[in-house]
T-cell receptor, first 111, second 114 residues
Framework: RKEVEQDPGPFNVPEGATVAFNCTYS??????FFWYRQDCRKEPKLLMS???SGNEDGRFTAQLNRASQYISLLIRDSKLSDSATYLC????????????FGAGTRLFVKA | ETGVTQTPRHLVMGMTNKKSLKCEQH?????MYWYKQSAKKPLELMFV???????ENNSVPSRFSPECPNSSHLFLHLHTLQPEDSALYLC?????????????FGPGTRLTVL
């Protein structure tokens, strides 16, 4: 089992739709969680950190479920500019600090 | 955005060449990272430096040699690479090597090994 797993997609949604991505992680010692966004042929950029209580930033909502070991990202009212690959990132302390990226979920928002 | 810069942006090299990738961060961070991103694969962490000391080396072949002369600069020296080493090499930095710190990435060097 991969340490961090994401559905690669692609997710094809119309503008204005709500779309959700999940990311599962295998290491119960994982400490912190992030969603990054990567545009085609560009570097990853932080979208948002994921807090235990869940957090919201405009149209984006991130949630953490430690019991089931997954994090989620919800995008409401999708825009064309949301088209990108969304990377799940997990930091774990497993006898050393590990940063593990998921392979990403591709999103295409269409007019 | 010029927080983390990388040069060159593109590099084509033969298997017998020696080249170096350069990364510079202007954010006052203490930790710097090298990642490899191959097509359709997750980012792979290669090296981590914290306060100019290498703290992680994730089973990377010796043909990749990092160097961190100070907290703002990070190099990746390349020697006798293989075609499968062709990938996007990303540098990142964070305030410290801490679980909650955000990593900021440079634009990457797209490397092709012939």
């Amino acid at each position: 089992r991969k340490e961090v797993e994401q559905d690669p997609g692609p997710f094809n949604v119309p503008e204005g739709a709500t779309v959700a991505f999940n990311c599962t992680y295998s290491n119960s010692a994982s400490q912190s969680f992030f969603w990054y966004r990567q545009d085609c042929r560009k570097e990853p950029k932080l979208l948002m950190s994921v807090y235990s209580s869940g957090n919201e930033d405009g149209r984006f909502t991130a949630q953490l479920n430690r019991a089931s070991q997954y994090i989620s990202l919800l995008i409401r009212d999708s825009k064309l500019s949301d088209s990108a690959t969304y990377l799940c990132v997990v930091n774990a302390n497993t006898g050393g600090f590990k940063t593990i990226f998921g392979a990403g979920t591709r999103l295409f928002v269409k007019a | 955005e010029t927080g983390v810069t990388q040069t060159p942006r593109h590099l084509v090299m033969g298997m017998t060449n020696k080249k170096s990738l350069k990364c510079e961060q202007h954010l006052g961070h203490n930790a710097m990272y090298w990642y490899k991103q191959s097509a359709k694969k997750p980012l792979e962490l290669m090296f981590v430096y914290s306060l100019e000391e290498r703290v992680e080396n994730n089973s990377v072949p010796s043909r990749f040699s990092p160097e961190c002369p100070n907290s703002s600069h990070l190099f990746l020296h390349l020697h006798t690479l293989q075609p499968e080493d062709s990938a996007l090499y990303l540098c990142a930095s964070s305030q410290d090597r801490d679980f909650t710190d955000t990593q900021y990435f440079g634009p990457g060097t797209r490397l092709t090994v012939l």
